[in-house]
């Protein structure tokens, strides 16, 4: 009798730890790992220079101030096409005909090629 009482209380054992135990996944998700000569290391996501995700506003060339720099450029009736994180594109009409015009996503919106 004392022989199946234990076996019993092992089978319930067995089955409730499962329940009881908190499991945990890993999550690596957006890290790497980085094998060199100082051994191995842990890479955070996006790289060197990697602060997380950006505070407030973002410090760059906005559409506003792209459409405000096109007419400087010698566009009229400007529109912004895309945005991009490099890079503002600007869609207008020139003496010529329909021009494009690339402006780097950083302060002042400086033209690009």
Do not use: H
């Amino acid at each position: 009798m004392r022989k199946m009482m234990m076996a019993a209380t092992c089978a319930a054992a067995l089955v409730a730890a499962p329940l009881l135990v908190p499991v945990s996944m890993a999550q690596a998700q957006g890290f790497g790992i980085e094998v060199g000569p100082d051994g191995v290391r842990p890479v955070p996501p996006g790289g060197p220079g990697f602060e997380g995700e950006r505070r407030g506003r973002m410090r760059g060339c906005s559409e506003r101030q792209a459409r405000a720099a096109a007419p400087e450029e010698g566009l009229r009736n400007a529109e912004v096409v895309r945005v991009t994180p490099r890079s503002v594109v600007v869609e207008g009409d020139t003496r010529r005909g329909p021009e494009r015009i690339r402006f780097a996503n950083e302060p002042g919106c400086p033209t690009i090629g």
